[in-house]
């Protein structure tokens, strides 16, 4: 179970929205007051076979919004 970080930059081009939740907008360090972005991301183990690219992956994005998962089916090629 693997994807190298270039299958996972090239799927990260594909996620349309990266979040929009920002915790503290009125924070002047820019700690809180910055996009969060990409939150998580899961490797399906069971979608692949041992020595090849993770076909399926999901990665989360801390988002208001309604598209706040996405999921590659073929090793981080791109998302859906």
Known sequence: MFASLKQLSIAATDILETGSYIP???DTTGYNSDKI???WV???KSSGSS???TPRIFVG???KGTNSVY???NGGSSCV
């Open 24 to 26: 503290d907008p009125s």
């Open 37 to 39: 972005g990409i939150a």
């Open 42 to 44: 899961t490797f399906d």
């Open 51 to 53: 020595g090849s690219a």
């Open 61 to 63: 994005v801390a988002n």
């Open 71 to 73: 999921v590659s089916t």
